[in-house]
């Protein structure tokens, strides 16, 4: 008598799920690099003034070199007290530059928040460094919308954040090579480049920043940037 066969029945095929999940899969994926696009825009590639291309070495700064070195672009503006600010009469000190506006719900709170922890860890030598931030919203950034946005991240008397009307801003938005353009359907957002340029003494654009940057970057590059 011939022994019973000991082999597995073949296992049942799994179910055909994958064409079927692809297809929502792509389009999360999608979304998700979108809003990352929005949030984040020109901080992984950053388009710079002028043109200037980025390099990621060299003169011990932890901050992204722009080359070639140049001149900053001008900024005269007025802060949001009315005085007028001019990047070149802080000659002398790193200077910061970097565009926010007042209502922004995530980008610009985070950019505002790490700028005082950088100056903070930098101590008293936090005189080395000047903070300029520039509207990117010229109808919503009033000067009580400036000053509540200042007070709320503690950055009073440290940030000179400078406004003007829609045609002032767009000059210094075009030197910088600055994107500013509101959300369709949601007029209280305003999609923008989020991102910090580093200043030296001289008045050279010298590294720059993404807006996810570390506090300690900015304390390391700023003794730096104003001893050159």
Known sequence: MSEPS?????????????PRLLAPMLALLVIVAGLSFLLFKGSSRPVL???????????????????????APAIDL?????????????????VLVTFLYA????????????????LNMLGSRASQ????????????DTPAAVGRFLHAHEMTGRMQYLIGSGG??????AAW????????????????????????????LTTVYPATFEPSEIAHDVPKLASR
Do not use: F
């Open 177 to 204: 090579s600055v994107g500013s353009k509101r959300e369709v359907g949601q007029p209280d957002l305003v999609a923008h480049s989020a991102l910090v340029y580093g200043i030296s003494a001289s008045g050279r």
């Open 49 to 71: 003034p002028g043109g200037a291309q980025e390099s990621g070495s060299g003169s011990g700064l932890l901050g992204t070199l722009t080359l070639p070195a140049r001149q």
């Open 103 to 118: 209502s922004c719900p995530d980008v610009c709170p985070l950019i505002a928040s790490n700028l005082r922890v950088g």
């Open 78 to 94: 007025r802060n949001y007290q009315g005085r007028p600010i001019s990047l070149r009469q802080y000659r002398g000190r790193a």
């Open 129 to 140: 460094a000047q903070v300029i931030a520039v509207s990117v919203d010229p109808h919503g």
């Open 6 to 18: 000991t082999t597995a029945p073949p296992a049942a095929a799994p179910p055909r799920l994958w």
């Open 168 to 173: 002032e801003l767009a000059r210094t938005w």
